[in-house]
């Protein structure tokens, strides 16, 4: 990473990383709405290099969303090209782990079983995972809850075991759509701690969408703003502060500076 005296550096949207994990090329999205067409995002590009952590910044309703379906393959743009490791994406993919805006738990599985749930989707041997998906259960602080249903739990706590799930068969790649929206303050800070430590000790690329600007400059090596819809990418930052990034270090200058000039960015967007 290039030394510099500022934390906090504007780059050329759409600068070419060098061997992209994920890629995003003039992507456009319309929805066939009741009222005629919504044009959710237009030629949107982005890439995402491997075992880099890049958040998607941008206010509701300017097509986040929209994006992380496109990417997991749930859906297929209108026009543009979207591919992981050099494939096209062309549909839900095993090396991919996402976490939805919403939980989106089975009520009639246990916590555990949804956790397990993507190792079962790929035919993989859950009983050999269980042990792993306690973990995650712990790590997200359910642990005694592994053996609850989802309709047992807060809207906060199915969130968290969404996130376990979306982490329980190691993907390379994860997707998250604003996965700490729901959560209180303090188990927030806490998670964004973990998916720090997870994302150091594993590497893991990253396409974290948010509307946060403390989660993204804590979270991210890069930042892409989003204007509002129809979306697409109207500014680039790169976070030079030191890693691991601390919960004491957000009430420090280097950070307050970079969400400084990242809130006039996305007042501008
Ligand atoms: N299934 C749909 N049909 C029609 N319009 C949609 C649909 N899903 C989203 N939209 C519209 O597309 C735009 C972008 O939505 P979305 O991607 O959910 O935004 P964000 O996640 O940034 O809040 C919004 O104007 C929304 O109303
Ligand atoms: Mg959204």
């Given at each position: 990473m290039a030394v510099s005296s500022s934390p906090f550096r504007v780059v050329t949207?759409?600068?070419?990383?060098a061997v992209p994990h994920l890629s995003v090329e003039g992507v456009s999205?319309?929805?066939?709405?009741?009222?005629?067409?919504?044009q959710a995002?237009?030629?949107?590009?982005?890439?995402?290099?491997?075992?880099?952590f890049v958040s998607v910044l941008g206010p509701s309703g300017c097509g986040k969303s929209t994006l992380l379906k496109l990417v997991s393959g749930l859906m297929r743009p209108t026009a543009g090209r979207i591919s992981l490791n050099g494939k096209e994406v062309t549909g839900t993919r095993s090396d991919v782990g996402i976490?939805?805006?919403?939980?989106?738990?089975?009520?009639?599985?246990?916590?555990?079983?949804n956790v397990l749930a993507p190792i079962r989707a790929m035919k993989g041997d859950a009983r050999a995972h269980t042990e792993n998906a306690l973990n995650l259960l712990t790590l997200v602080g359910l642990q005694e809850f592994a053996?609850?249903?989802p309709n047992e739990l807060s809207g906060g706590m199915q969130q968290r075991v969404a996130i376990a799930r979306g982490l329980a068969h190691d993907p390379g790649f994860l997707l998250m759509d604003e996965p700490f929206a729901a959560l209180d303050a303090l188990t927030r800070e806490h998670m964004m701690l973990e998916l720090q430590r997870i994302w150091l000790s594993r590497s893991k690329s990253v396409l974290f969408i948010t509307?946060?600007?403390?989660?993204?400059?804590?979270?991210?090596?890069?930042?892409?703003?989003?204007?509002?819809?129809?979306?697409?990418?109207?500014?680039?930052?790169?976070?030079?502060?030191?890693?691991?990034?601390?919960?004491?270090?957000?009430?420090?200058?280097?950070?307050?500076?970079?969400?400084?000039?990242?809130?006039?960015?996305?007042?501008?967007a």
């Open positions: 949207p759409g600068a070419a990383a999205l319309s929805y066939q709405a009741s009222r005629g067409p919504v995002l237009d030629d949107l590009s982005l890439t995402v290099a491997q075992g880099e976490v939805f805006q919403k939980p989106t738990l089975l009520p009639w599985r246990t916590v555990l079983n053996n609850n249903y509307h946060s600007i403390p989660e993204a400059v804590f979270l991210s090596d890069r930042i892409l703003v989003m204007s509002s819809r129809p979306g697409r990418i109207v500014q680039e930052v790169r976070v030079e502060l030191p890693r691991p990034r601390t919960l004491e270090s957000m009430s420090e200058k280097p950070f307050n500076d970079c969400a400084k000039q990242l809130r006039q960015m996305f007042s501008k």
